[in-house]
């Protein structure tokens, strides 16, 4: 992964990003109950050929092997998230012992191997029991949340200093209550702007009880954000793209940072009305240390009829079909520190997926995604050269993994997962970025946090 490394701080953060449902599998393990996920994968034709997330890389047992291929790579931070079925089957008390367990020892061999654990408290598995209640679009919901983080906190927080709220509240809004592609499946707008509003509300309370139970601790969410470009400077063109920016982007950096709904989004603040009490937005607007950032692609948008049209231009495409376009992570990140200044940026999550396989000689000779990630992390370099504080990088994803309602379909991994034999292999992008991790390391300075650590470990 042949690119300069030089203008990356000596203290920036080389990171893979995982979540507990695409990885863990023993989903019924040491106590688990059911999550929204296991109902919806179980339920015929809601996932691609009827996979399901109950074994998935079985990270559950071989994290051992894993931490050991996170240090090959010289990770210094590993991304993952914990199963909030596993630590209460039932959504709020009792808490089950047993499943929080697995994150301590999980917490304590990551440091053992000099690697950083950063935290994510909620990637999608919501406990059954509460979507039986009402799910996301009930505040009753959120409520239950903070239950889980205190207890979750109270655990970990001696040992975990990065702590991410919520993965992608957008998603699990859109996908799961808008659209009804991803669990639990609803298909209502006005569920899907309520679970919206609950999931950042319950982040703004979530960072108030982080702060109680660890105030050393560093907090923040993160977000799947696009940069749309107009398809022409037409009026009509530039605003579908204001449009689209309002819905995926605006319609949450706004409330986070500004503590107001964009305004532009009438229909929207409609239904946000039917929910929202006094002081929500100040709450939601709770100062956090960092803004997690997942981008994968640029969105070309063009007016179309009533509603903007999303472009499919000549270019390259992943298997997702999404736009290989790194110039806008540039610009997205360039643009997110001029219009809300966060304090600090991690890219929590950036990668693709290609159709992989292994060759005669047993290796997977992935170039697309080594050049993906190369260019990627270089509209990264470009921006901390014009002023960004972007602090860290998190390929997704460490494995192949449980791609959602694309089943085992799409693999993002740095390393291959044979899954009938649940078989390890590197890929080529796996030593491009270890390569790449070590030549920046060459210049980094041991008296840093991280360089701390990892002169301590011997890594
Ligand atoms: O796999 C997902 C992840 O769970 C959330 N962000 C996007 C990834 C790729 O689709």
Same mark, same amino acid.
């Given at each position: ?49 009827? =996979? ?30 914990? +199963? ?19 994150? =301590?020892?999980? %917490? ?30 009930? $505040? ?32 699990? !809004? ?6 009804? %592609? ?49 398809? +022409?400077? !037409? ?130 000779? =992935? ?22 504080? %972007? ?17 085992? +379909? ?7 997962? =044979? ?14 970025? $270890? ?8 210049? +980094? ?8 650590? $990892? ?5």
């Amino acid at each position: 992964m042949p690119s300069d490394t030089t203008d990356f701080p000596a203290d920036f953060v080389w990171g893979a990003a995982t979540a507990a449902y695409q990885i863990e599998g023993a989903v019924r393990a040491d106590g688990r109950g059911e999550s929204v996920w296991d109902r919806f994968a179980a339920t015929p034709g809601k996932v691609r050929s009827g =996979d399901t997330g109950e074994i998935a890389c079985d990270f559950y047992h071989r994290y051992p092997e894993d931490i050991a291929l996170m240090r090959k790579l010289g990770l210094d931070a590993f991304r993952f998230s914990v +199963s909030w079925p596993r630590v209460f089957p039932q959504g709020r008390a009792p808490l089950n012992q047993a499943g929080l367990d697995f994150y =301590d020892r999980l %917490v304590d061999e990551l440091l053992a191997a000099g690697i950083e654990p950063f935290a994510t408290l909620f990637h999608w598995d919501t406990p059954q029991p509460l979507e039986d209640a009402g799910g996301w679009p009930m $505040r009753a919901t959120a409520e239950a949340f903070v239950q889980y983080t205190e207890a979750v906190v109270a655990r970990l927080g001696d040992r975990v200093r990065h702590w991410t709220t919520h993965n992608e509240p957008g998603v699990v !809004s859109s996908h799961g209550y808008g659209l009804g %592609v991803h669990a639990p499946g609803r298909a209502d707008d006005a569920d899907a702007v309520a679970a919206a509003h609950h999931l950042l509300l319950s982040h703004g309370w979530a960072v108030e009880a982080i702060r109680r139970l660890a105030p050393a601790a560093s907090v923040g969410l993160a977000l799947d954000l696009a940069q749309p470009y107009p398809a +022409s400077d !037409s009026p009509e063109d530039l605003a579908a793209a204001w449009q689209i920016d309002g819905e995926g982007n605006r319609w949450f950096l706004d409330p986070l940072f500004r503590a107001v709904y964009p305004d532009d989004q009438q229909e929207r603040i409609a239904l946000v009305e039917r929910v929202i009490r006094d002081g929500d937005l100040a709450t939601i607007a709770a100062p956090s240390d960092f803004l997690g950032v997942n981008s994968y692609r640029r969105l070309l948008v063009a007016a179309g009829n009533g509603r903007p049209r999303i472009l499919r231009p000549a270019g390259r495409y992943t298997t997702m079909d999404w736009e290989v376009y790194p110039d806008s992570l540039h610009r997205l990140l360039v643009r997110l520190a001029d219009d809300y200044a966060p304090l600090a940026i991690y890219v929590t999550e950036n990668g693709a997926a290609f159709g992989d396989v292994r060759g005669h000689d047993g290796e997977v000779h =992935d170039l697309e995604r080594t050049a993906y990630i190369r260019d990627h992390l270089d509209a990264i370099r470009r921006a901390i050269a014009d002023g960004v504080p %972007v602090k860290g990088y998190f390929v997704w994803s460490l494995l192949d993994n449980f791609e959602w309602g694309y089943g085992y +379909s799409q693999r993002f991994g740095l390393v291959y997962i =044979d899954y009938p034999t649940l078989e390890r292999v590197p890929k080529d992008s796996f030593r491009a970025y $270890r390569d790449f991790i070590a030549d920046h390391r060459a210049g +980094s300075d041991p008296t840093t946090e991280l360089g701390e650590l $990892r002169s301590k470990s011997g890594a």
